[in-house]
């Protein structure tokens, strides 16, 4: 069950334009403004650059004595000079006032719940059919043994130190309850153990003794079963903790950077936390992103913060990069981890090998685990989420001369 709540609940989600339609609204429109502008920076550099080798090779020209005529070219010639250190001098400061708001509405999306009801219960269907295979006291072979051997040791087991041990030791793995793993020295003292007891066996243990080959087939086949789905089990655990550190880092990030734009917390939780509709939502990123940049300007206008905001976006920018990237690599194993139960469903489903009954139940599985995985890769694509991250801060449209 921890399985199916981490797939669908945990409190980070998907934040890339290929995944939701009304996430890349904003994100679109701040990434068309800034490779526009900085498209435009960059022609008007390239142009600024041929002006300036146009009156260098005039003033070359210019006659030493016709001094009022190179004074006149001179002066031109740093007019374009001081053009062009303006130029250079607003390009970064445009560049990240933009990808700042570009990092700001992106890790809104990070820190909004997924929450798909008919994901999380068909997910919660899987979990729950996967952890009953495990189940011995749901087969037969099990049952008809054990009826017919609590029979035997209301008679002739009780009181004798080894065959309580065994009594002791069926009863942790036939009690669900007890939630004991099917697999290690428990499941081999009870394997052990009723080998050994069957060779004690008479005449009028002809039934117990004729039932005990199948219960402990379907034992064993139940335990290797679990024992290999743990190995998966084990993987789930150490991506919960993973997920549960990202989480405490965005929710942290997040923070610090609605105190540092000056925007209202209580605003966050109505307008976008909890709001149900993708519009409002889209709202108030547009909200979010258009104080941000009256911030930026006020900054820039502030002699105090004049030129130190930007390292200070720049560590949010890639703080929030970095959260996108792992968040996608974590997806990537958890895509991984779903496929492997294919691969486990596979390696039990041969009824020619196994015992029917046990085969008939994990076949049962595939179906919905193919709900699983369809609504999962509806819902998440690792692959296209961790490349939009690598490049989230590129402008698409300018050349190389204004970069990231």
Not at 165 to 182: D, G, Q
Not at 212 to 221: D, F, G, Q
Not at 227 to 248: C, F, G, M, P, R
Not at 300 to 315: A, H, P, R
Request: charge should be neutral; include cysteine; charged fraction near 25%.
């Amino acid at each position: 069950m921890t399985r199916a709540i981490l797939l669908l609940s945990f409190s980070i989600a998907v934040a890339t334009t290929s995944f939701a339609q009304t996430d890349s609204t904003v994100v679109d429109k701040i990434k068309l403004e800034r490779d526009s502008q900085l498209k435009d920076m960059n022609n008007k550099l390239k142009q600024n650059e041929d002006e300036i080798k146009s009156l260098k090779a005039e003033l070359t020209g210019i006659n030493t004595n016709e001094t009022k005529k190179k004074l006149s070219a001179m002066e031109n010639l740093q007019v374009a000079l001081d053009s062009r250190l303006a130029i250079l001098e607003k390009t970064p400061k445009v560049r990240v006032s933009l990808n700042g708001q570009l990092a700001f509405t992106e890790l809104l999306s990070i820190q909004r719940d997924v929450q798909p009801a008919d994901l999380f219960l068909t997910s919660q269907q899987f979990f729950s059919q996967l952890g009953n295979i495990s189940n011995i006291q749901q087969y037969k072979d099990f049952n008809d043994w054990k009826s017919e051997y609590d029979k035997w040791y209301s008679k002739k087991g009780g009181g004798e130190q080894m065959f309580e041990f065994l009594n002791s030791s069926l009863s942790l793995v036939s009690n669900v309850a007890n939630k004991v793993p099917l697999y290690g020295s428990v499941v081999q003292t009870v394997s052990s153990g009723v080998s050994s007891l069957v060779m004690t066996f008479g005449k009028t243990d002809r039934e117990l003794k004729s039932l005990t080959p199948a219960m402990l087939r379907i034992l064993n086949i139940a335990s290797q079963f679990e024992q290999q789905k743990s190995v998966i089990d084990h993987e789930w655990d150490a991506i919960t903790n993973e997920l549960n550190q990202l989480q405490l880092e965005n929710q942290d990030l997040l923070s610090q950077q609605l105190a540092y734009y000056g925007l209202d917390t209580a605003k966050y939780r109505r307008d976008y936390f909890l709001a149900t509709l993708d519009s409002r939502r889209e709202v108030y990123k547009n909200e979010c992103r258009m104080a941000i940049a009256r911030k930026i300007v006020a900054m820039e206008g502030d002699s105090l913060t004049k030129g130190k905001w930007q390292g200070q976006i720049e560590t949010f920018m890639y703080k929030v990069q970095s959260l996108r990237m792992r968040f996608g690599q974590l997806t990537a194993r958890m895509m991984i981890n779903i496929n492997r139960y294919s691969e486990l469903i596979g390696d039990y489903s041969d009824s020619s090998k196994f015992p029917p009954a046990f085969t008939a139940k994990v076949a049962e599985l595939n179906r919905t685990l193919d709900l699983v995985k369809d609504k999962f890769g509806k819902s998440f694509n690792p692959a296209k989420y961790i490349e939009d991250s690598a490049v989230m801060y590129i402008e698409s449209n300018a050349s190389g001369d204004v970069g990231i």
